[in-house]
């Protein structure tokens, strides 16, 4: 009787990356899956600890801005937002008003772009090929209005402490203008591709589900939480730059499931060409830099900044030292970390497929995860 | 030998003095001054909430500052967290800073509930940084534990799972630290 | 001893055709996918790029074979072979006209059934060889799938084999000359296409191999070589589908002016096969891929009942007929039967259509209230 083989469920262990299609990036998960089902996950981080927040007690005030550009390396601009804003806290500096409305264009433009991303990796990761493709005919045109503006594709280093680098090039709100609706359309073509798909719908309808209650226990922030049905955005809570003179509403989803992710980003989408439809009509020539030194030397104090990156709410807590060219201490709290934290909740009991899935909606990006 | 080192020390502070003076003689031209925040409604109630711990709580620029001591850190928090008019279940950031002798903790929170913020504050000397978890309040503290265990060296008591979330296994010392030394690198290959 | 020589030219033919054929098909495909994502495809090995499935093949020989630690050796190196060979076997008895045919056997279809599911083992044997976990997923996977839509495939020809009264491919494709098979039997098509489509492994049905699940299934480990190997047989799979589906349900070789002109029969089955072959890639552009228990679910909770309903279908109306006009030598239908076949089949394609509109309303529903006023 011996060697009759066990009817017994029989567990394996799963190694997940940290080189694999599905990560994005170097995450590591420990599956046990039990079949296709998966019982547990164990969540490995920091293949990309790079240590920004040592490196940037070494670097002086300006320098740090192009550390900042390489957290979140598809939403730059949003990075360099947070970071200058709490150095101007600290300063006490005011902005002039065309830089607040450059910065705001272009924080947004990165938002549809890293939401776009977040579309076209999607679709590659529940097997549809052809969504990247419609996705990154877009982003390629919002990069090259992001070469235009900064000179550089993904690493901008643009934001200076007081205003921007420079103003923006000759024609390039005309141009923009003329680029949103194509834009616009393009959006919708990408929605009639995989929003209403039936095997989609299939796929990610109830999958995935994130409860109100553990989303914000997590602190889980952004579309993430947004789709569990909390209707929190930092531009409206706690409103930054000139947010408070522009109208958009805030997408919240009902189920916190995987469908719900993806479509609060897709009607994010939305608002954000709204909002610099809106910023091209207010915008008035003007200084777009005040008169701030070469090198900084700020008051001793310190200062905790959010913004609404495309990610979430990122945060950057500034400690400072009297008369010194570098910061005493930063933190960076990055959204994508808090989100990852979710994870393991997230994924007892689902299928293995459906682990993409899930990675995918919660949209990440390991270097601001690692730091 | 004292005189001279008085001497020294009197240059090294007049040298100081007239430095922050330039400092804010710029400031000034270039029109930073320092901001006037209108003082929070939120003061009076934290203050209530937490009469009987001893907290110091203050308003500096647009935040509320609580500082409290280890001991009465998980109670302010719970305080905090379950008081129904602060209601501030949501932690942003935890994060810490090395000042030398003491290491400080610090906790951001927010409210969903209600548009308010605050920050708790609390020092333990480097030597004997250990400081209770907060995760049994907010889950979402795990991970920020974790890392202020890695890069400062923070032992967090009752925390589910203390391994190294940031750093690999292995790795020597607390990076974040002030007294931190980076390890020379040989240039080129195999350093 | 010249029949032996014969057999083995001709086989020899055949293989060189399939390889030639898939080479072509790799660059269609490439194409065609391009078209329907802007891009413009291969550009740069010779014009359009025609030159890149050469290219690929080359690339493929010259690679090194790697073997990893710890796979089972004999078994590894036989796997590619076992998936290949029965791919290869069933071209032996499909015709391509009324007269070229490798081997014109009389339960041709049955012999078809039986060799194409050897492959199977051949997924697991290269899932098991292989020593890796994603690999084993990936060939449980595959088996389970394989399994299953093995069942619907084999009664819808059974299905095909109750109205043609014969398993001769060219029996049946001479039937449809006047009216090909589709017209009366759009449910049997339907059903054929999509277990075929399974069979076959291709998106919304890849799930063995998707590469950002178990990033390539049975065959992650294989490179070089015995990769293409796989890769010859999974196309080679692809062809046989599209060309059985043309074959049974399209007419085959049939089509205006064949009567007259003989050399007109394989281009009109090439031009067949090619629509057929572009509805895959069309497929293959738009949908995203099924979850494992989904694939089950469809396969034993939908197609398999349809297949069964088919068969009733097309067993009962015939035999009325027979009933009735007690003609009963006569194998084929009459004009009027093969109207109320055609009229059952698609009354039941149409309530299953109607079904998954209901559920996707119940979807749709729900996505106005999660809308934010």
């Not at chain 1, 949003?78 to 705001?104: F, Q, T």
Request: glycine letters at 6%; charged letters at 20%; a negative charge.
């Amino acid at each position: 009787m011996d060697n009759i083989p066990s009817t017994e469920p029989v567990e394996f262990m799963l190694n997940v990356g940290p080189q694999h299609p599905a990560t994005h990036g170097v995450l590591r998960l420990l599956i046990d899956v039990d079949g296709e089902r998966i019982s547990q996950v164990e969540t490995h981080i920091g293949y990309l600890h790079r240590g920004t927040e040592k490196l940037c007690e070494g670097e002086t005030f300006s320098q740090i801005i192009s550390l900042f550009d390489r957290l979140d390396y598809v939403a730059n601009f949003n990075m360099e937002m947070s970071y200058v804003m709490a150095v101007e806290k600290i300063l006490g500096l005011d902005v002039p008003i065309r830089a607040e409305y450059i910065r705001v264009v272009t924080c947004e433009l990165n938002r549809i772009a890293s939401h776009l991303l977040f579309y076209g990796t999607l679709g590659l990761d529940i097997g549809a090929m052809t969504p990247v493709m419609y996705a990154f005919r877009e982003r390629e045109a919002l990069q090259a209005y992001f070469e235009s503006v900064s000179g550089a594709r993904m690493m901008h280093n643009f934001f200076r402490v007081g205003g921007v680098k420079e103003d923006l090039p000759e024609g390039f709100l005309e141009s923009l203008q003329s680029y949103l609706p194509k834009l616009k359309q393009a959006v919708q073509e990408c929605d009639q591709l995989l929003t209403l798909n039936d095997i989609f719908l299939e796929r990610t309808k109830g999958v995935g589900i994130l409860e109100k209650v553990d989303a914000v226990d997590f602190a889980v922030s952004g579309p993430n939480l947004r789709a569990s049905g909390v209707e929190h955005d930092i531009r409206r809570t706690e409103p930054y730059s000139i947010y408070p003179n522009l109208k958009f509403s805030i997408p919240t989803g009902t189920n916190g499931d995987s469908w719900d992710r993806y479509w609060v980003r897709m009607q994010e989408i939305q608002e954000s060409i709204f909002i610099i439809e809106q910023c091209i009509d207010q915008i008035e020539p003007g200084p777009i830099s005040g008169r701030t030194r070469t090198v900084i030397r700020p008051p001793k104090g310190e200062a905790y900044v959010r913004t609404e990156s495309p990610r979430g709410d990122f945060g950057v807590y500034l400690v400072t030292e009297e008369n010194k060219e570098q910061p005493y201490r930063i933190k960076m709290r990055s959204p994508s970390f808090c989100s990852l934290m979710a994870l393991e909740t997230m994924l007892q009991g689902e299928y293995l497929a459906d682990a993409v899935t899930i990675l995918g909606t919660l949209d990440f990006i390991m270097g601001e995860v690692d730091r | 030998m004292n005189g001279n080192e008085g001497a020294e020390d009197q240059k090294e502070q007049r040298r100081e003095e007239a430095l922050a003076r330039g400092a804010e003689r710029r400031r000034q031209r270039e029109g930073a001054t320092a901001k006037e925040y209108p003082p929070s409604p939120l003061i009076q109630s934290i203050v209530k909430t937490l009469r009987h711990l001893s907290v110091d709580t203050e308003q500096i620029m647009d935040e509320v500052i609580v500082r409290t001591d280890p001991e009465s850190l998980i109670e302010t928090c719970k305080l905090l967290r379950e008081t129904a008019e602060l209601e501030f279940t949501y932690l942003r950031c935890l994060s810490a800073v090395d000042y030398v002798e003491n290491i400080e903790v610090v906790y951001h929170l927010s409210s969903l509930e209600h548009p308010h913020k605050t920050v708790v504050k609390t020092q333990v000397p480097t030597e004997s940084a250990e400081l209770p978890s907060v995760v049994p309040i907010w889950r979402g503290a795990d991970w920020h534990e974790r890392e202020v265990h890695d890069l400062f060296g923070m032992a967090f008591t009752n925390h589910p799972n203390m391994s190294p979330l940031l750093l690999f296994d292995g790795f020597e010392g607390f990076p974040l630290r002030k007294s931190y030394k980076i390890p020379e690198q040989k240039e080129g290959l195999g350093g | 001893m010249s029949t032996l020589l014969i057999t083995i030219t001709q086989v020899s033919i055949l293989l060189a055709f399939i390889m030639v054929m898939v080479l072509i098909l790799t660059y269609l495909e490439r194409k065609v996918l391009a078209r329907i994502q802007m891009r413009m495809g291969p550009m740069r090995t010779g014009p359009y790029g025609i030159l890149q499935s050469l290219a690929d093949m080359m690339k493929l020989l010259a690679k090194e074979d790697i073997r990893p630690h710890g796979s089972d050796r004999m078994l590894f190196y036989l796997a590619p072979l076992f998936v290949f060979v029965p791919s290869f076997l069933i071209w032996i008895t499909i015709p391509f006209t009324r007269n070229i045919v490798v081997e014109n056997l009389e339960l041709g279809l049955f012999y078809i059934v039986a060799v194409s599911t050897v492959s199977i083992v051949g997924m697991v044997l290269a899932g098991w060889a292989s020593g890796g976990k994603y690999s084993i997923l990936g060939s449980a996977r595959s088996a389970a799938q394989l399994i299953s839509y093995e069942l619907p495939l084999v009664f819808v020809i059974a299905g095909v084999g109750i109205l043609a009264q014969s398993f001769n491919l060219i029996t049946i494709v001479n039937q449809q000359s006047s009216i090909p098979a589709i017209v009366y039997q759009p449910l049997g098509f339907t059903i054929f296409f999509v277990a075929g489509l399974a069979e076959v492994g291709r998106i919304p049905f890849d799930i063995p191999h998707a590469e950002s699940e178990v990033v390539g299934g049975p065959f992650v480990e294989y490179s070089g070589i015995r990769w293409s190997i796989f890769f010859l047989a999974e196309y080679a799979n692809t062809l046989a589908i599209a060309t059985l589906s043309v074959l049974l349900f399209l007419g085959g070789w049939s089509g205006p002016l064949t009567e007259h002109f003989e050399w007109l029969q394989p281009i009109w089955l090439i031009l067949k096969v090619s629509a057929i072959l572009f509805l895959i890639f069309w497929i293959r552009a738009t949908l995203p891929r099924f979850r494992i228990d989904q694939l089950m679910q469809f396969a034993w909770k939908i197609l398999l009942p349809l297949s069964f309903v088919y068969i009733m279908v097309n067993a009962t109306v015939p035999f009325v007929e027979t009933v009735i006009t007690s003609n009963a030598a006569s194998n084929q239908l009459t004009g009027i039967a093969q109207i109320i076949l055609g009229a059952c089949q698609i009354l039941i394609l149409f309530l299953v259509a109607f079904a998954i509109s209901k559920r996707r309303k119940k979807y749709l529903t729900h996505l106005h209230q999660g809308v934010p006023a």
